[in-house]
Every structure is written in structure tokens, then in C-alpha cells.
């Protein structure tokens, strides 16, 4: 009884009274865990007691303060009304600025990532303000205050090629966080190496990595490797351990490895099959993926799909597969649909579980030739152009934009990544 009557008093205290901004010139700015705050000297004391606050005031200001605001005055009341409005101006002029900076830096970023995506040079950002500013100038003519007011922020937004640079290292950062997040939530992948010599005596060679991220299968440059002199599948097989190590993901998960493209992996492929867990599938394996109703449950394939994926249990792969077999309505939708949108559209997840696990096993180790060749393509446009300077970091971070299907949340990037773009 006395404990629980003692903690009420406690609580109490803890509620900021407005009779203490009187007495000792304290305050409780407004924002969550906010801390009573001197407004003179604006010390915050960690908890919300009037002795905390007395001890403060009392200490410190209370002889000076008290000789020209004596206590009760009208002089006093005006005096701490003036400090506190004086204390919210600077805060809201605060607020706005950095309003202001968010809204530049996210410009910039949005410039920086369309830049990228058309394979431009970063030096081109410079050129596109001045195109802005223009027409800034020449649409909003009539209205002479909206027009410099515009054109004023727009000469506010960073775009030198430095800027376009650093913003494009931030895009592809973040892009590359998204691969890895979705990455570690798959349980299959598939990669398809090319390579690519420059006049330098450098391979460069472009990974990209095929999986499903329970949506969708996607396609995206997994990372792009710059290697001195001849390289050989071993040294490959050594760089993509080490990648694979340092950002967190699992060699394990490689199902297959594609080096189509360029001759001179031909050679070199050896060595390479070594990732792949599961080289050897057998055709009625595949005769389920493609023809789904023409397989007897009971074959040895259902014991090779809980081989190649390991969280499958055959006995409900078996049952699935018989219902798959009865049901008039999936085999006529599987004359209509291609065999992608047949395993990720319409078969339903809920009640296919372990028949769409195998599904997409398989169909993750078909990578499209597609990427590789439009990868191909964006790295010689990017290269083409006169950025001999173009180091093999940055070459690679504009390789990824131009091909990636995510797409950052710019406004989130501007805010989140305040401190970054400040220096
Ligand atoms: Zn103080």
C-alpha cells in the first residue's frame, strides 16, 4: 500500500509543471524523451523533478536573474516569454534548413540516378542545371516572384561531377544492400560470368546472379571483378569465395554457373564447376518443370527433388503432385501460360508448397542470356564514352544502376543519409 502510494507521488513528479518555467526558467522542449531545458543557458537535466530543476537554478542563475526579474514581476513573466519564443524561432529556422538541404540533396540524387540509368557521364549533371534553371526562367516568366524564388533553389541543388559521383556511389550502395537483403532469403542462385578485356592488361569480369525473390525471378549484377593479366577459373573460383565470404552470403546456395559469351571462358570454365552443389539433373526432373501432369508421383524424381532441395518433404511433394494431376483447372491454365508465369502466377503457393520449392530450384538455374548481353552492352556504352578516369569501382557502380530493377526511396536516402552528404 505505502509502495504503491509512494510510486503515484513518483509519477507525479515526473509530469513537467508550468509553474517551474517561472520559478527556475526551465522549459520541456517538444519532441519524444525530451529533457527540461534552462532557458538561459539551455542545460537539459536528465530527470523531470522540480529539485533538479531548483538545484539548477538556484546554483547557477538564481542571484543574477532574480536581482532584474524579481519573482512574481510582470518583467519576469515578459522576460521568460521572450526566451522561450526566441528558443522556438531557432529551432523551426533549424528545421527549415534542413528542410531545405533534404529537398537539394534529394534533387541531386534523382539527377545522379537518371544520369546513370542513360549511362551518362557524372560531369553531365553541371549541364542539366543549367538546362533547369532555364527552363525555370522561361516557364514560369509570367510570374516574376514564383521565377526567382525556383530558380534560386534550383541553384541550390549540388551538381558538380563530384557531387554526381559521391551520389552515385551512395544509389549503387544502396541497391547492392537491397540484393544482399533479398539474397540471404534465398535458398537458391545461379550466376552467369562474362569477361571482358580492355586495351589495359585488366579482365574485367561481370557477375550477375539469377534467383526468386518469392515474387519474382530476378537478374542483377552480383558484383564486377577487375583481375590483373590472364585469369584462370581457379583465381575466378578464389575471388567469388571471397566476395561470397566478405558480404555474408553462402557459396553454397549456387546451384549452377553459366560462363557463356566470351570464347576464352571456354578454358577456363574448369575449376568454376565447382560451386555448383547440384551439376546432375535428370530429365524426368525436368519433364515435371516443363510438363508437370505427365509424371507418376511415385518416380525417383520426387527422391531427387528432396535432394537438390533439401527443405522439401517428399511425402507432401508426392500428395501435391497427385492433386496437381486431378485438377482440370491448373492443366487448362498451363496450355495458356508460359512455364515462368505457370510456377510463379498460378500454381498457389498455399496449397503447392513443396511442388513450387522444386520449381523454382529449377528454374533458378536457367539464367536468361539477356542480362549478360544487356550487361554487356551498358558497360561498353559507359566505357565508351571520354571518362578514361573512370576507375573500376565506379565503372561498376554505373554498370549496376544502368541494370537494376530495384529503385531506391530517394526522399529515405536524402533524410537518412544526412551526415554522408554534409562532408
Ligand atoms: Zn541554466
Known amino acids: 500500500m505505502e509502495f504503491a502510494k509512494k510510486r503515484k507521488v513518483d509519477q507525479e513528479n515526473r509530469h513537467f509543471k508550468t509553474d517551474w518555467a517561472e520559478r527556475y526558467c526551465f522549459f520541456l522542449p517538444d519532441h519524444a524523451n525530451a529533457k527540461p531545458t534552462c532557458l538561459i543557458c539551455m542545460q537539459n537535466v536528465a530527470v523531470i523533478k ?11 542563475h538564481a542571484a543574477s536573474f532574480n536581482a532584474n526579474y524579481s519573482e512574481k514581476s510582470d518583467q519576469r513573466t515578459q522576460k521568460i516569454a521572450g526566451l522561450l519564443a526566441s528558443y522556438k524561432h531557432s529551432v523551426s529556422t533549424m528545421s527549415k534548413t534542413t528542410s531545405a538541404q533534404e529537398s537539394a540533396t534529394a534533387a541531386s540524387l534523382h539527377v545522379s540516378w537518371t544520369l546513370a540509368k542513360a549511362r551518362k557521364p557524372f560531369a553531365d549533371a553541371e549541364l542539366i542545371k543549367r538546362c533547369a534553371i532555364d527552363m525555370a526562367r522561361e516557364v ?9 524564388k525556383v530558380v534560386e533553389l534550383l541553384k541550390q541543388v549540388p551538381l558538380s561531377a563530384n557531387t554526381a559521383t559521391r551520389r552515385v556511389e551512395v544509389l549503387a550502395e544502396e541497391c547492392f544492400s537491397s540484393l544482399l537483403t533479398d539474397l540471404k532469403k534465398t535458398e537458391a542462385i545461379s550466376l552467369a560470368i ?8 585488366m579482365e574485367q569480369l561481370s557477375v550477375f546472379v ?31 569465395t571471397l566476395f561470397f565470404e ?18 576464352s571462358m571456354v578454358g577456363k570454365h574448369k575449376g568454376l564447376e565447382r560451386f555448383e552443389s547440384s551439376p546432375k539433373i535428370s530429365g524426368d526432373i525436368l519433364l515435371f518443370l516443363r510438363q508437370p501432369f505427365s509424371v507418376s508421383a511415385d518416380g525417383q524424381w520426387t527422391g531427387e527433388a528432396k535432394r537438390l532441395v533439401t527443405s522439401i518433404e517428399e511425402g507432401a511433394l508426392q500428395m501435391e503432385v497427385l ?7 491448373l492443366k487448362a491454365q498451363h496450355k495458356d501460360a508460359p512455364m515462368c508465369d505457370f510456377w510463379i502466377n498460378v500454381v498457389p503457393q498455399a496449397r503447392f508448397k513443396n511442388t513450387r520449392a522444386i520449381a523454382m530450384f529449377l528454374l533458378t538455374m536457367f539464367p536468361s542470356t539477356y542480362i549478360c548481353e544487356s550487361g554487356f552492352s551498358s558497360m561498353n556504352a559507359i566505357k565508351s564514352q571520354d571518362r578514361n578516369r573512370l576507375s573500376s569501382a565506379h565503372l561498376g557502380q554505373c554498370l549496376r544502376i544502368a541494370t537494376t ?6 526522399r529515405q ?3 537518412s543519409r544526412r551526415s554522408h552528404f554534409s562532408h
Open 50 to 60: 522540480s529539485d533538479n530543476l531548483k538545484r539548477h537554478f538556484t546554483s547557477i
Open 140 to 148: 514560369l516568366n509570367p510570374d516574376e516572384k514564383q521565377q526567382k
Open 194 to 201: 562474362d569477361s571482358s578485356c580492355d586495351r589495359t592488361d
Open 210 to 240: 539469377r534467383f526468386f525473390d518469392g515474387k519474382i525471378f530476378r537478374e542483377e549484377l552480383l558484383c564486377l571483378l577487375t583481375l590483373p593479366g590472364r585469369t584462370t577459373g581457379e583465381i575466378i573460383f578464389h575471388e567469388l
Open 246 to 263: 566478405k558480404n555474408g552470403l553462402n557459396v553454397s546456395q549456387i546451384v549452377s554457373v553459366v560462363t557463356d559469351g566470351a570464347p
Open 323 to 329: 492433386e496437381m494431376g486431378s485438377s482440370e483447372l
Open 405 to 410: 530493377e530495384y529503385k531506391p526511396d530517394i
Open 413 to 415: 536516402v536524402a533524410s
